[in-house]
C-alpha cells in the first residue's frame, strides 16, 4: 500500500515537518516520477499552511529527498511505478501533503518471499520483514507473505496484515487482523467495552471522537469553515479549531493557541499571536517555536529547558548512534538514518 511506499520514500514518519520543495530533478533521471512526488508534497503543504522550511534549504532538502525517492524507485523488484507516484501525487496536493492520503494506492514488488529487501514495496507478499535497530541497524529484511484477515499480527513474530485490514489487540491477546471497513456517518466507529488498539475508520470527511470518551462514539463529519469545534480533528484538514469555529489558519498578528491555527505554522509562546519564524543558525538560541534551526535541531540541556541550541546536523558518512551523536546531540540530516553506525540516506538496493 502507498503508506509503504511514502514511509520507504520520505524513510520519516514525521512528514508534517515538510523539509521539500520542487526541486530540479526529473522523471528521466531514474527516479520515475519522484520530482512531481516530491513538488506535490511541499504544494499540498503549502495550500494548508504547514510548509515551513529556512530560506537556502529548500533546494537541498528537496534534491536529498529526490535522491532517496529514486532509491526507492530503482530498488531490486520495485513495485513504486511512475503512474502510482502521480497518483499519489494528485492526492497530496488535495490533502495539505499528507501521506495517509496516498494509503489506498497498492503497492506491490516482484521479489520472492525469503527474498532480502529493504521495503515492502520490492515484495510480491507485501512485507520487508525487519528485525535490527539502534547503533547495528541495517534497515534490511526478508519479504514474507502478508496476514490474511483472522491471522496473526503485530510483534516481533508476526507479519503485517493483508491490504484492506488491519492489527487489531487487546489488552494480554495477540493481534488479530481484520478487515478495515469504513464507516459512514453515525456509524459507531469507537466502544470503550471493547477495546482494541485497531484504529478507527471513518469514511472520507468524517472523523471518530474518541478523546476522553466514556460511551461509544459514532462517526461524525468534519467541520466546514464556521461550523463548532473542539479541536483539529473537528474540522476539515485544511481548516483550524479557532476560538471554537472551524477557520482558515490565521495570517501574522493573529491571537492563537497552536501553531496549526497560523498560516506560517508558528504561534509564539509568549505573545500566542500568530509569528514569522525566525531562523537561527548553529549555536544561536531556539525553542522550536518561534526561533527554529535553519539546518539540523534544537538541542536542550536539561529536561523542561524551554531554551536550546541550534545543532548542525552530521554529515552523510558521519559516526553515529541512533539517528544522533551521544556527545553533541546533533543528529542525521534530514532523509538520512543511522545505519550500521553512519549517516546515511538508506537504499534498499544495499540489501542483498
Same mark, same amino acid.
Given at each position: 500500500?502507498?503508506?509503504?511506499?511514502?514511509?520507504?520514500?520520505?524513510?520519516?514518519a514525521?512528514?508534517a515537518?515538510f523539509?521539500?520543495?520542487?526541486?530540479?530533478?526529473?522523471?528521466?533521471?531514474g527516479?520515475?516520477?519522484?520530482?512531481?512526488?516530491?513538488?506535490?508534497?511541499r504544494?499540498?503543504?503549502?495550500?494548508?499552511?504547514?510548509?515551513?522550511?529556512?530560506?537556502?534549504?529548500e533546494?537541498?532538502?528537496?534534491?536529498?529527498?529526490?535522491?532517496?525517492?529514486?532509491?526507492?524507485?530503482?530498488?531490486?523488484?520495485?513495485?513504486?511505478?511512475?503512474?502510482?507516484l502521480?497518483?499519489?501525487?494528485?492526492?497530496?496536493?488535495?490533502?495539505?501533503?499528507?501521506?495517509?492520503?496516498?494509503?489506498?494506492?497498492?503497492?506491490?514488488?516482484?521479489?520472492?518471499?525469503?527474498a #532480502? +529487501?529493504?521495503s515492502?514495496? /520490492? $515484495? *510480491?507478499? @507485501?512485507? !520487508?520483514?525487519?528485525? %535490527?535497530?539502534?547503533?547495528?541497524? &541495517?534497515?534490511?529484511g526478508?519479504?514474507?507473505?502478508?496476514?490474511?484477515?483472522g491471522?496473526?499480527c503485530?510483534?516481533?513474530?508476526?507479519?503485517?496484515?493483508?491490504?484492506?485490514?488491519?492489527?487489531a489487540?487487546?489488552?494480554?491477546?495477540?493481534?488479530?487482523?481484520?478487515?478495515?471497513?469504513?464507516?459512514?456517518?453515525?456509524?459507531?466507529?469507537?466502544?470503550?467495552?471493547?477495546?482494541?488498539?485497531?484504529?478507527?475508520?471513518?469514511?472520507?470527511?468524517l472523523?471518530?471522537?474518541?478523546?476522553?470518551?466514556?460511551?461509544?462514539?459514532?462517526?461524525?463529519?468534519?467541520?466546514?469553515a464556521?461550523?463548532a469545534?473542539?479541536?483539529?480533528?473537528?474540522?476539515?484538514s485544511?481548516?483550524a479549531?479557532v476560538?471554537?469555529?472551524?477557520?482558515?489558519?490565521?495570517?501574522?498578528g493573529t #491571537? +492563537?493557541?497552536?501553531?496549526? /491555527? $497560523? *498560516?506560517? @505554522?508558528? !504561534?509564539?509562546?509568549? %505573545?500566542?499571536?500568530?509569528?514569522? &519564524?525566525?531562523?537561527?543558525?548553529?549555536?544561536?538560541?531556539?525553542?522550536?517555536?518561534?526561533?527554529?534551526?535553519?539546518?539540523?535541531?534544537?538541542?536542550?540541556?536539561?529536561?523542561?529547558?524551554?531554551e536550546?541550541?541550534?545543532?548542525?546536523?552530521?554529515?552523510?558518512g558521519?559516526?553515529?548512534?541512533?539517528?544522533?551523536?551521544s556527545?553533541?546531540?546533533?543528529?542525521?540530516?534530514?532523509?538520512?538514518?543511522?545505519i550500521?553506525?553512519?549517516?546515511?540516506?538508506?537504499?534498499?538496493?544495499?540489501?542483498?
Amino acid at each position: 500500500m502507498i503508506r509503504s511506499l511514502s514511509l520507504t520514500v520520505v524513510a520519516c514518519a514525521c512528514l508534517a515537518v515538510f523539509a521539500c520543495s520542487s526541486g530540479s530533478g526529473s522523471a528521466s533521471g531514474g527516479g520515475g516520477g519522484c520530482a512531481d512526488y516530491v513538488s506535490a508534497l511541499r504544494e499540498g503543504a503549502q495550500t494548508c499552511g504547514k510548509y515551513n522550511v529556512a530560506p537556502g534549504r529548500e533546494a537541498e532538502l528537496s534534491a536529498r529527498l529526490e535522491k532517496q525517492c529514486t532509491a526507492g524507485v530503482n530498488a531490486p523488484g520495485s513495485g513504486i511505478t511512475p503512474s502510482l507516484l502521480a497518483q499519489c501525487a494528485s492526492k497530496l496536493r488535495a490533502a495539505c501533503g499528507d501521506d495517509d492520503a496516498c494509503e489506498d494506492i497498492e503497492v506491490k514488488g516482484t521479489l520472492a518471499d525469503g527474498a #532480502p +529487501c529493504g521495503s515492502d514495496t /520490492q $515484495c *510480491a507478499g @507485501g512485507d !520487508c520483514k525487519t528485525s %535490527s535497530s539502534g547503533s547495528t541497524n &541495517t534497515r534490511c529484511g526478508t519479504c514474507v507473505a502478508r496476514v490474511p484477515v483472522g491471522g496473526a499480527c503485530g510483534g516481533t513474530s508476526n507479519g503485517s496484515c493483508v491490504k484492506g485490514a488491519t492489527c487489531a489487540t487487546k489488552a494480554g491477546e495477540t493481534g488479530i487482523c481484520v478487515e478495515r471497513v469504513l464507516l459512514a456517518e453515525g456509524e459507531v466507529c469507537y466502544d470503550p467495552s471493547k477495546p482494541s488498539s485497531a484504529p478507527p475508520s471513518c469514511g472520507d470527511g468524517l472523523a471518530c471522537k474518541i478523546d476522553g470518551a466514556s460511551a461509544a462514539v459514532k462517526c461524525t463529519r468534519r467541520g466546514d469553515a464556521g461550523a463548532a469545534c473542539t479541536s483539529e480533528s473537528d474540522c476539515l484538514s485544511a481548516l483550524a479549531c479557532v476560538s471554537g469555529k472551524c477557520a482558515a489558519p490565521g495570517p501574522e498578528g493573529t #491571537p +492563537c493557541t497552536t501553531s496549526s /491555527q $497560523c *498560516a506560517n @505554522g508558528v !504561534c509564539s509562546e509568549t %505573545s500566542k499571536k500568530c509569528v514569522a &519564524t525566525q531562523w537561527v543558525e548553529s549555536g544561536g538560541a531556539c525553542n522550536n517555536s518561534e526561533r527554529r534551526c535553519a539546518r539540523g535541531s534544537c538541542v536542550t540541556g536539561t529536561s523542561g529547558t524551554p531554551e536550546g541550541k541550534c545543532v548542525d546536523p552530521l554529515a552523510d558518512g558521519a559516526p553515529c548512534t541512533t539517528d544522533s551523536s551521544s556527545s553533541t546531540g546533533a543528529q542525521c540530516d534530514r532523509y538520512a538514518s543511522c545505519i550500521a553506525g553512519t549517516c546515511q540516506i538508506f537504499d534498499p538496493a544495499t540489501c542483498k
